[in-house]
């Protein structure tokens, strides 16, 4: 399956990085791409093979059907399938959820809350919460990450859906089922980094996958998370961002956290993609913008840790 091309971003990542994030080795993306035609990285003109986000997401949905039972010869066709539904008629599920999508940006650059509550109720009305935060959050997320790389939005604009969805997001996790035993998670976002949604909608999840979390929210102070997390006493640090920080602090803030916890740091969100090497050279494990993928790369490293 060919990218199309608006759907690539202008970042384009090595095999060894994209193995990292989505947890899939580089004979197996060989494989894949060579003997079932799932996808073509782009080539340099050395033979080497670099992979767009496009790529990345579209390995973590192989992942996906793999994990639910699908044999890898029959997710080719799987894949063409949904996207023949999304180039096709009016009232297919995935259509269904492209106007909702359509409808709520539509509803953000209008600052229409009542178009949004319209639309998020009768998503929610049809489809399990979990659905709806797969299938429209997240997408609505990303969709609004790619208009504020792009200029397309305003600022008034997202600060305007933050606090709506911030809101709805809040009262899930307030009324989360809280487990008693499960590894606890610190969650914050990066210095300087106010989208805090992304880390919502991944506290939410991660408790769902029988984590404990402790939420810190936006713009994280580096300096404060070593005493935050001994009081806690937890067993990872999650953090996210969608804009990677100055070089410093990764380099240089963020391996002092990743030296003094003496507890794995991970880093998910874009800044975990643009900023995949730093992350790596300071000592934390960067994480990508897949929610499920990340949860279970984190399981994975607690796992290999006991």
């Known amino acids: 399956m060919k990218p199309q091309p608006d759907n690539i971003d202008s970042g384009l990542y090595p095999i060894g990085t ?139 604009e997202e600060h305007f859906f933050a606090c709506y969805l911030r809101n709805k997001l809040g009262a899930r996790f307030h009324h989360r089922v ?25 506290a939410l999840a991660a408790n769902d996958a029988g984590y404990q979390t402790v939420l810190l929210g936006a713009d994280m102070p580096l300096g404060e998370l070593p005493a935050a997390a001994r009081k806690t006493r937890c067993h990872a640090i999650v953090l996210s961002g969608l804009v990677p920080p100055e070089t410093r602090v990764l380099k240089d803030d963020l391996s002092d956290v990743a030296r003094v916890t003496n507890v794995p740091v991970f880093v998910g969100g874009r800044a975990s993609v643009e900023a995949y090497d730093l992350l790596k050279k300071s000592g934390c494990e960067p994480l990508g913008i897949d929610v499920d993928t990340g949860i279970a790369r984190i399981g994975q490293h607690l796992a290999v840790q006991r």
Not at 78 to 85: F, M, N, P, T, Y
Not at 95 to 103: A, G
Not at 181 to 188: K, V
């Open 18 to 156: 994209v193995s990292e994030l989505t947890g899939v080795n580089a004979i197996t993306l060989r494989a894949w791409e060579r003997r079932y035609g799932l996808f073509e990285p782009v080539r340099k003109a050395s033979g080497h093979r670099l992979y767009s986000q496009y790529h990345i997401d579209l390995i973590n949905r192989v992942v996906s059907l793999l994990d639910r039972g699908m044999r890898i010869s029959q997710v080719k066709p799987q894949l063409d399938a949904e996207q023949a539904r999304n180039d096709g008629a009016v009232g297919t599920p995935d259509s269904l959820w492209k106007r909702y999508l359509s409808r709520m940006v539509g509803g953000i650059v209008q600052f229409d809350e009542g178009a949004l509550e319209e639309t998020y109720g009768e998503a929610l009305a049809i489809y399990p919460v979990q659905t709806v935060t797969v299938e429209l959050l997240t997408p609505l997320l990303k969709e609004l990450g790619r208009r504020w790389e792009a200029g397309e939005g305003s600022v008034a």
């Open 178 to 202: 809280r487990t008693q035993d499960g590894p606890t998670l610190l969650l914050a976002c990066l210095p300087g980094d106010r989208h805090e949604t992304g880390l919502l909608l991944f």
